[in-house]
């Protein structure tokens, strides 16, 4: 069997795709705590394509349009707004949604400081998630209110 081309969508986001290894499970993933029922957790284990970032390539760029989020098995990422650090994302993160389900332009970038392993889930994908699986849809809610409360109130 051929081995899979890499796959770039341009040189700033040097990602490879590659196939799901056979018998690999989501687990450890903090969007999918132990109440995610193990028929959510095999929609979202069919909805996502494994993936492999490496270090200093972006899992997502600040202005572009969001085509997918990302959860975060292994590594992390620099979170970045105007070119400046932000925050850090890693193992049990989410990262991306916020964009993805508000259908607007991202509004940071994330750059791996390392090799990273994520579950990339396209938006068409997430939509059909949260209407699918509840204890997934329940757990993304719970995370976007944790992030909204540790957002800093405006003045």
């Known amino acids: 069997m051929p081995a899979a081309p890499a796959s770039t969508t341009s040189a700033r986001h040097p990602t490879v795709a590659r196939p799901r290894p056979a018998g690999r499970r989501l687990r450890g993933l903090g969007p999918l705590p132990d109440e995610c029922s193990p028929a959510d957790r095999a929609r979202v284990a069919a909805a996502a394509r494994f993936r492999r970032i490496e270090a200093g390539a972006f899992l997502f760029d600040q202005g572009a349009v969001p085509v997918a989020c990302y959860l975060v098995v292994e590594g992390s990422a620099e979170v970045r ?10 193992p049990g993160t989410l990262a991306g949604a916020p964009d993805v389900l508000a259908r607007r332009a ?3 970038a994330a750059v791996a400081r390392e090799a990273m392993t994520v579950w990339q889930i396209d938006g068409p994908a997430l939509d059909r998630l949260l209407v699918t699986a509840p204890t997934f849809a329940r757990a993304v809610a719970h995370d976007l209110g944790r992030r909204l409360r540790e957002q800093p109130l405006a003045t």
């Not at 707004?81 to 932000?86: H, K, L, Y």
């Open 81 to 90: 707004v105007a070119g400046r650090a932000v925050g850090r994302i890693g």
């Open 106 to 108: 991202r509004t940071s």
